[in-house]
């Protein structure tokens, strides 16, 4: 299985663009410490907003949910792909980026058991 299930967007202000979604939409946003924001909009995607400059993307980073990382990663490399971040926790789950033959950064996850 594997869908795009999530967006996460580089942010000067984790909060004041969640709070900006939350007034102008009525979407919920859940914190999880200074720098990083997730909004449950209204449809099958979230998204998130991520403050730390360290771990920002220079696009928005379009997020693939499967239930098999390491699968996954297998299939990336197969097919050309580089993976630029190594998998690592989030609160939730695990997951790696990766640089498609075209250039884009795109990550995989999937949710903890």
Do not use: C, N
């Amino acid at each position: 299985m594997y869908e795009i299930d999530f967006v996460e967007f580089p942010s000067s202000s984790a909060a004041g663009s969640s709070l900006f979604f939350e007034k102008a939409f009525g979407w919920k946003a859940t914190p999880y410490g200074p720098a990083y924001t997730d909004v449950q909009g209204g449809g099958a995607v979230s998204f998130g907003f991520q403050q730390d400059t360290a771990q920002q993307t220079a696009a928005p980073l379009v997020t693939i949910r499967t239930d098999d990382l390491e699968r996954a990663r297998g299939s990336v490399e197969a097919a050309g792909g580089v993976v630029t971040v190594e998998p690592f926790s989030f609160p939730g789950g695990r997951r790696f980026h990766f640089r498609e033959p075209g250039g884009s950064e795109l990550a995989v996850w999937t949710p903890d058991s």
